[in-house]
């Protein structure tokens, strides 16, 4: 058995690309390729669906990665180990995450306290993060509303609120926190049912028999945020994604339970590795992110 094959076959799996897999490896992606298909041929295995973009793993694919994965981990450990008296001069990880709002300033610290790490970032739903960490795409998730896992190590983040955006004319924009019940009937602008905000209203809403008058569902908080800022609707966003705009203002909701908890997420058996745990060590120190759990 050719440890190089399955190292550039695990690379690929992880990745999703034979180009990420590459980089992964600091090899061609050439030679990437030549090896999982050296690996194919002398096993007689179709192990990746190919695309244009992207190679997903077939079904063999699967059962192979799920050794390989757990394989190369320990040689990863085994080379922390190695490392371990040496400074956090360098290196790289890949991160995934929820929303850009809560990530970035753990990024940040990241940066000033260890400038030579390199970070892949990479923003999705939350169904995109656990992928990512579980494929081992990612060594690292922001998440939130994070479920309990038992293959994950989760250790609370931050805490946000539901708020809603307004025009700066609009009659309930007096900088004084609006009741739920205010926005009974309301013609409001709202992210797709998927996310985990509007989840946190709808539940919200439903608790109370209060019923908004959606008039748009739209893919992004920044389209929400245009689409209240042209008076097209009461938006709502998360308390940490509002940023500075003069065209509206973002205003707490009161009346019920509106917050949402945001998670940093890893491998529980990757968590002792330095990089990982240098990450985890800044996601609870310093200054706070948002607001604190």
């Known amino acids: 058995m050719n440890l190089f094959q399955l190292r550039a076959f695990d690379a690929v799996s992880r990745e999703g690309s034979f180009t990420r897999a590459a980089k992964r490896l600091s090899i061609s992606q050439p030679a990437v ?17 190919r695309t244009a973009r992207s190679a997903e793993l077939t079904p063999q694919g699967e059962a192979l990665a799920a050794l ?5 981990g320990l040689v990863e450990q085994a080379e922390d180990l190695l490392l371990a008296n040496r400074a956090l001069v360098t290196g790289r990880i890949e991160v995934a995450a929820d929303s850009p709002h809560v990530v970035m300033p753990l990024l940040a610290r990241l940066r000033a306290r260890h400038p030579g790490i390199t970070v892949g970032l990479s923003l999705g739903n939350a169904a995109e993060t656990y992928e990512a960490l579980l494929a081992e795409r990612a060594s690292i998730g922001v998440v939130t509303e994070a479920a309990r896992r038992d293959e994950l190590h989760m250790e609370e983040l931050a805490v946000s609120h539901v708020c ?19 926005l009974d009937r309301q013609s409001m602008v709202l992210r797709e049912p998927t996310s985990v905000t509007r989840r946190t ?19 992004s908080r920044e389209a929400v945020i245009e689409a209240a800022a042209a008076g097209i609707g009461i938006g709502i966003v998360s308390s940490l994604e509002c940023g500075e705009d003069g065209r509206i203002r ?16 890893c491998l529980a058996r990757r968590r002792s590795l330095r990089l990982i745990r240098a990450v985890l060590d800044l996601a609870v120190e310093g200054q706070p992110i948002g607001e604190r759990p």
């Open 68 to 72: 390989t994965r757990p394989l190369f």
């Open 201 to 219: 209203f709808d539940r919200a809403c439903r608790a109370r028999g209060i019923e908004p008058a959606v008039l748009m569902e739209l893919d």
């Open 33 to 49: 390729t030549g090896h999982v298909k050296a690996l194919e041929e002398r096993y007689d295995l179709i192990l990746f669906r």
């Open 164 to 182: 809603a955006v307004l025009p700066r004319d609009h009659a309930l924009a007096t900088g004084a926190p609006i009741d739920l019940a205010a």
């Open 250 to 265: 973002a205003v707490p909701i009161t009346g019920a339970d509106l917050s949402n908890r945001h998670a940093i997420v």
